[in-house]
């Protein structure tokens, strides 16, 4: 059995000894962004409990993983922090705890992550759904030879970040009160914030937000099959778009002011039958 199957294997068989039930759905909190969502059927305990490699840590990045239930016999897996290709994982590593989330039975994946805004009409505090991506990071976590089982060699990319749940989202943030704006998001390695001349290119490519993340997980998930939601938060004007330099404090800063709309978007989300209609949770086996 190649090795990646049998490291899933052996978490899957841990999971279940404990007596655990599959999730409906996963959800992946970025930067600042790991807000509650209520009490935890399970967890939370460390991810590095679950990962078979080394975790390594950012300051102000959570990495933990709980079960939580949005919802009566709707239990979501909830990774509170993510990983990064910048800390030195690879793409394969980066998206673990999506292919283990998949493997455990998910079918939709939910994430949230901080961004650079490269529109000057979308100001610090922005919530917008992403609607496509650039993987401008030159890596794929598909490289190799994934097991066949998992999906096409090469996946299609199409509507990667599903309409239907992103008018769903923007329902939601409505009936809340904000609006959900929804843009392209460009996915660089980092861990330097872009210069002033990248984010023109940026722009020019079709670019609305720029980040560090999402862009290998969307890409696992896709090949897996899950449909995949993901609202970033407008935690700064990226380089050159305002005057100001960039600092990681900011980004924690925009995280927890914009924590009670995201909250109440996830918990609204989360609660909604819709979100995980027309998939049926299979345990993977
Ligand atoms: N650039 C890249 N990643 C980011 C930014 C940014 O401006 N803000 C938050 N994450």
Redesign the pocket.
């Known amino acids: 059995m190649d090795h990646r199957e049998r490291d899933l294997e052996a978490a899957v068989a841990r999971w279940r000894s404990l007596g655990r039930p599959a999730p409906a759905l996963a959800l992946v909190a970025g930067?600042g962004l790991a807000v509650d969502l209520g009490a935890p059927l399970a967890g939370p305990e460390p991810l590095a409990d679950w990962l078979p490699f080394e975790v390594r840590t950012v300051p102000g990045h959570r990495h933990e993983v709980e079960l939580i239930e949005a919802a009566a016999g709707r239990p979501v897996l909830y990774f509170r922090g993510r990983l990064h290709s910048y800390q030195g994982y690879e793409p394969a590593e980066v998206v673990y705890p999506v292919r283990l989330a998949a493997r455990l039975g998910a079918r939709v994946l939910v994430m949230t992550?901080?961004?650079?805004?490269v529109r000057p009409e979308w100001p610090a505090g922005t919530l917008a759904a992403i609607s496509d991506q650039l993987n401008l990071t030159g890596r794929s976590p598909l490289s190799g030879e994934p097991p066949a089982h998992w999906g096409p060699r090469f996946p299609d990319l199409v509507d990667a970040y599903d309409p239907a749940l992103r008018a769903l989202a923007r329902e939601h943030a409505a009936r809340l009160g904000f609006e959900l704006a929804e843009g392209v998001y460009a996915g660089?390695p980092?861990p330097a914030?872009?210069t002033p001349a990248e984010?023109r290119m940026l722009r020019t490519m079709g670019a609305d937000l720029?980040?560090?993340?999402t862009v290998h997980e969307v890409v696992a998930a896709r090949h897996l099959g899950l449909r995949c939601l993901v609202v970033s938060?407008?935690?700064?004007?990226?380089?050159g778009v305002s005057a100001s330099a960039?600092t990681?404090e900011?980004?924690l800063a925009?995280g927890r002011a914009a924590g009670g709309r995201v909250r109440a978007l996830l918990a609204a989300l989360l609660a909604d039958p819709r979100l995980t209609a027309g998939v049926s949770s299979s345990r993977g086996d």
Do not use: F, T
């Open positions: 930067s992550n901080a961004a650079g805004g660089l980092g914030y872009e984010v720029v980040g560090m993340s938060l407008v935690a700064n004007p990226a380089s960039l990681h900011e980004v925009a």
